[in-house]
C-alpha cells in the first residue's frame, strides 16, 4: 500500500526567500506525482504534475523535481511572496484507478 | 470551461440527517473522482466513476453512503443518517482520458454534523 509522507508540516519564512517543500512516498512504481496548492476552506489547484520519466517540471517561480529510486520529491519555491502561503500537498495515483494517494501537507507561511 | 464546480459550498445538518451533494465535472472529462478531507489530513479517496460506471469504491464509503453518476455528466453522493464523524470537506476531481491525466478539482462542499 502506498505511503506519501510529508515534513515538515509547516513552515515559516521570510518573504524573498527560497525555500523546499519535501514529498516522500514508500512504492517507486509511480506513474507520475502531482503537487498541489490548498487555501484555507478551498478546493485543491494543481500546481504541477510531473511524470516518472521525468527529473524536473518548471511553472514560474515553482520547480518540481522527482527521484523515483529514492521515493522523493521536492517542490522549489523561488523569490516567496506572502500570496504563496497555503498548504501544498503532493499525491501520486495508483496504477490502475488513478486514484491519487496523497500526503498530509505543509502549510507555508510566507512573513511579509 | 468553467472548471468543477460543487453544490452546495456549505451544509450544516443534524445527526441522523440526509444530504446530498452535487458535482458538475469539466465538460467531457470521463472519469470523476471523490475524495473526503478532514482537518488537517490529505484528501482520501471515496469512489470513482469512468463515464456512468461506478468501478471501484473505498472501505471508507460504508453503506451509508451512495454515490450516482447519470448519463456520465453531473454526480451526487448521498450520506444517509449522517454521524458527527461525516463532518469532512467532500472534494470532487475530474480528469480527461485514459492515462494517468491531472486531475482537477473543485471548491469542495464542507459538511458539519451536529
Known amino acids: 500500500k502506498q505511503e506519501v509522507t510529508q515534513i515538515p508540516a509547516a513552515l515559516s519564512v521570510p518573504e524573498g526567500e527560497n525555500l523546499v517543500l519535501n514529498c516522500s512516498f514508500t512504492?517507486?512504481?509511480?506513474?507520475?506525482l502531482q503537487w498541489f496548492r490548498q487555501d484555507p476552506g478551498k478546493g485543491l489547484t494543481s500546481l504541477l504534475l510531473?511524470?516518472?520519466?521525468?527529473r524536473e517540471q518548471t511553472s514560474g517561480r515553482l520547480n518540481a523535481s522527482l527521484d523515483k529510486s529514492s521515493g522523493r520529491s521536492t517542490l522549489y519555491i523561488a523569490a516567496s511572496q506572502p500570496g504563496d502561503s497555503a498548504t501544498y500537498l503532493c499525491?501520486?495515483?495508483?496504477?490502475?484507478?488513478?486514484?491519487?494517494?496523497f500526503g498530509t501537507g505543509t502549510r507555508l507561511t510566507i512573513i511579509p | 470551461d468553467t472548471g468543477v464546480s460543487q453544490n452546495p459550498r456549505h451544509k450544516i445538518t443534524k445527526r441522523g440527517q440526509n444530504v446530498t451533494f452535487r458535482c458538475d465535472p469539466i465538460?467531457?472529462?470521463?472519469?470523476l473522482y471523490w475524495y473526503r478531507q478532514t482537518l488537517g489530513q490529505g484528501p482520501e479517496f471515496l469512489t470513482y466513476?469512468?463515464?456512468?460506471?461506478?468501478?471501484?469504491k473505498s472501505r471508507l464509503l460504508s453503506d451509508r453512503f451512495s454515490a450516482e453518476r447519470p448519463k456520465g455528466s453531473f454526480s451526487t453522493l448521498e450520506i444517509q443518517r449522517t454521524e458527527q464523524g461525516d463532518s469532512a470537506m467532500y472534494l470532487c476531481?475530474?480528469?480527461?482520458?485514459?492515462?494517468?491525466?491531472?486531475?482537477?478539482f473543485g471548491p469542495g462542499t464542507r459538511l458539519t454534523v451536529l
Open positions: 512504492d517507486s512504481a509511480i506513474y507520475n
Open positions: 466513476f469512468q463515464n456512468e460506471a461506478q468501478l471501484e
Open positions: 465538460s467531457e472529462h470521463n472519469r
Open positions: 476531481a475530474s480528469s480527461s482520458g485514459t492515462g494517468f491525466a491531472t486531475q482537477y
Open positions: 499525491a501520486v495515483p495508483n496504477f490502475g484507478n488513478e486514484k491519487l494517494t
Open positions: 510531473i511524470q516518472s520519466s521525468q
